[in-house]
């Protein structure tokens, strides 16, 4: 046997190696998109310019993407349609740079540089998706930051996240510093969209939390960036009772942990109160030296927003209640031929 297949430091040095290899590969790729996309940007600006100024008429952009095809059969994105959609990018943001009288040439420069950071299909998307210039810029700001794929990019626009960031009803103006307090606000959205669970229109409050961890990815997708998971029904001991939170998490934008409870009915008073005596609990239990203020989410069918302000307004810990939408719910018909979560749990112990 070869001793180079038994050194640890040969191992070591060729794990290196790959993964300085895999580093040099990301930088070109991303090298090349960056080129491409300025390549784009300058053909999106001649196009325009020739439209204008030119009597080539209608089947300009046809024998373009013919010519162009001819002479560069390896490249895939000169076909009229993807011309057209060149064409429609550059004036996106073109008339974005004119109507904000971006006179300094340095930020319309940073721009340009963002939009051509982010991959061609990425930029297609955001384009045809979005119907203002300030939601393309927030979707290219967020794909940066968290390095979202297109089809996570897709679905973020899809739901309307741009919509509901930031939207729920809180009091952390109040019950958390400033700097804490504004970005725990934009951690919230209001609704969440559960539209990878299929539940009864009358599902309880068991089947919600069972959903969403058997989904558990795409349920901290619709949380967004910084939440882990720990855990559902976690216990505490208060006195000689035990309580039992739905569902745990941490966050690590905010160092703070997170207490999320359900509820399938409309938000009463009285749930703000519940979930007050949680937070204090997992602070008393949980929370470490360098743990912000754990906050809560009360998720909920539905809410009244002067009464969910009126419940938060004299509560001491931070709240946010949000509401939550199912876009796939099984018919009522179905209902009494579809077992419950108690019924099946009997039947397998039943089994065992």
């Known amino acids: 046997m070869s001793l180079l297949k038994t050194s640890t430091d040969y191992h070591s040095w060729l794990l290196n190696l790959k993964t300085r290899l895999r580093k040099v590969q990301l930088k070109a790729a991303q090298a090349v998109n960056r080129e491409l996309l300025h390549f784009y940007w300058e053909l999106g600006a001649d196009i ?3 439209q204008q100024n030119t009597t080539w008429g209608d089947g300009f952009l046809q024998q373009l993407s ?15 349609r993807n011309l057209e959609l060149i064409r429609q990018w550059y004036l996106f943001y073109q008339q974005y740079i004119n109507s904000s009288n971006l006179a300094d040439k340095e930020i ?3 721009l340009v540089s963002q939009i051509e950071s982010i991959p061609w299909g990425h930029n297609v998307a955001i384009v045809s998706k979005c119907k203002s210039h300030k939601e393309a810029l927030y979707y290219i700001k967020n794909t940066l930051e968290y390095g979202w794929s297109r089809a996570v990019l897709i679905h973020q626009i899809e739901s309307g996240l741009y919509q509901r960031e930031g939207k729920a009803i809180t009091n952390f103006d109040s019950t958390l510093p400033a700097p804490q307090s504004d970005l725990a606000k934009q951690t919230l959205k209001d609704p969440y969209v559960f539209d990878f669970l299929t539940l009864r229109n009358e599902h309880d409050e068991r089947e919600l939390e069972n959903g969403l961890v058997a989904h558990v990815t795409s349920f901290l997708l619709e949380l967004g960036a910084g939440f882990a998971y720990i855990g559902k029904q976690v216990p505490l001991q208060v006195g000689e009772r035990d309580f039992f939170i739905d569902l745990l998490f941490y966050h690590t934008r905010l160092h703070c942990y997170v207490v999320v409870e359900l509820k399938t009915t409309e938000f009463e008073p009285e749930h703000a109160g519940k979930i007050n005596f949680y937070i204090k609990a997992v602070d008393e239990h949980y929370r470490k030296q360098g743990d912000e203020p754990t906050i809560g989410i009360l998720l909920c069918k539905s809410k009244d927003k002067l009464v969910a302000e009126y419940a938060l307004s004299d509560v001491n810990k931070p709240i946010g209640i949000s509401e939550y939408q199912l ?3 099984l018919p009522s018909s179905l209902k009494s031929s579809l077992p419950s979560v108690e019924e099946i749990e009997a039947e397998l112990g039943s089994s065992l």
Not at 66 to 80: V, Y
Request: no cysteine.
């Open 327 to 329: 876009t796939h719910v």
């Open 66 to 80: 013919r010519d162009l095809m001819s002479e560069f059969p390896a490249i895939k994105g000169f076909s009229r």
């Open 108 to 110: 319309a420069k940073q």
């Open 48 to 50: 325009v310019e020739k």
